[in-house]
DNA sequence: CAGCAGATTTAGGACCGACTAAACTTCTTG
DNA sequence: CAAGAAGTTTAGTCGGTCCTAAATCTGCTG
């Protein structure tokens, strides 16, 4: 009966807390899926003090619940040093991302919801739907791939699917033009801009120059001055530079 | 600045708690709504006892927060005496019941789920949902009055409709016949077990008999005995009783 | 390598909603 | 109308998640 109690990472006997569930999300978010995407499985450490920024809340606060999550076995945490997730929280982290996804792209397949508005309702329904309920939004939807803000969705067998590798808007050259494949930003105001542009996933621009205060793009017939923040947040898959895996 | 701060019923300040939120639901529930559905603008008092029954919570605590509901202007509470909504209370109570019935209705319309399934998927999503995603339910519903179970759905501006008058099926006279209106239980393996009789609202029944166990009814082809508990919960609207208020 | 700024943790509270145990009402019934 | 029994409230705890203020650590700079 001594056998492996410890790393038990599936079967968490008391279900774990919103808050719970969030920390671990946004550590991952910030850990490594936070910016560059694609391939996970975390090296990286993250602070206190950004996870305090991410989560609203006072890096005091993050530190006790850094070390519940220790506790629970889901973070390594070492004091003054920054955080990771074990292995069976990343398992959770991925769980609660693929709700938060997927629900994205039912509000906005199967309800209509703008694609800049869906965030904020799949923040809390979140935490809040059954696996019966992921299945079958995920059945309806076709088992999509990407969210409707172009990020990967991990599979139900929690799996994240190999995203394009492809550029910041901002690290394009002069000239160079491409798609829009991920808007990644959570700022409603800066989704509402995008979407008043129609810089959705799919939509197609051109840097035309680079100035200090941002990018003169072109959109359509329309030219704008993309400030730097948000032209770091778009994420562009180059005019063929077709990364598809098997062709 | 001493104007009305008190009774300010409709602009909430802080939002109110999920467990808040039950307790009005179920105070509804209890002190009308309950068995008699239809006419509500309650009278009834309903107990402590009754409440942690329901809540399943002990009498001690029920007790806490009905003081806190009653310095929210939410309930009318004496000790001893019990507790009865007030205005701003029943429109809170009656949002939360909208937001779940519709809840249940969409599962079981727009993602297939068994009628039978929908009550505790609704139960934790109802606190949860955006007045938007309400909204865009019920518009992608039709503006159901009624969801899979028969109960009634408080309109979008919290009117309950009218229910067809009808009786118990175990108030019924042996012989008589009719629909299945309202299946009035949250009991989960009630409401298997008529699922699997087919006992849903619309579903044809008639009394063989009436005995001291239950009663024996004819559904389609097949006689069953129903408990007494179960054809209690089970309200019937009688052939050539149509009630329609205009025809 | 001392000292300092900034990041982090500790200590001590607050609020919420549950609990137990004990005291108190109210109702019923001889 | 005086018990009891049943129902209810009070008092004191607890775990969860947040906060502020005050220590403490880290890493850099001169």
Do not use: C
Not at 23 to 38: A, P, R, T
Not at 117 to 137: G, P, T
Not at 171 to 186: C, D, F, N
């Amino acid at each position: 009966m001594a056998k492996s109690w410890e790393g038990n990472s599936s079967s968490r006997s008391s279900p774990l807390s919103e808050a719970q569930e969030d920390y671990l999300k946004q550590v991952l978010l910030l850990g490594s899926g936070g910016e560059g995407m694609g391939r996970l499985q975390d090296t990286t450490v993250v602070s206190t003090q950004e996870l305090a920024n991410r989560m609203q809340v006072k890096p005091a606060s993050v530190t006790g619940m850094l070390k519940k999550l220790s506790e629970l076995g889901l973070v390594e945490y070492e004091a003054y040093r920054g955080v990771r997730l074990t292995e069976a929280g990343y398992k959770v982290a991925l769980e609660v991302l693929r709700h938060h996804r997927l629900i994205e792209a039912y509000l906005h397949q199967a309800l209509g919801y703008g694609w800049e508005e869906v965030h904020a309702e799949a923040e809390k329904l979140e935490h809040h739907i059954s696996e019966a309920f992921e299945q079958r939004i995920a059945q309806w939807l076709g088992h999509p791939s990407h969210d409707p803000h172009g990020d990967a969705i991990p599979s139900a067998s929690l799996e994240l699917p190999q995203t394009n590798a492809n550029r910041r808007l901002s690290a394009l050259k002069t000239g160079e033009s491409g798609m829009v494949a991920r808007v990644a930003t959570q700022d409603q105001d800066s989704l509402n801009l995008f979407a008043h542009l129609g810089l959705k996933p799919s939509a197609q621009v051109k840097v035309l120059e680079h100035l200090p205060q941002g990018s003169r793009v072109l959109i359509g017939n329309e030219r704008y001055l993309l400030p730097v923040s948000l032209a770091q947040v778009l994420w562009i898959s180059l005019e063929g530079d077709q990364q598809d895996e098997k062709v």
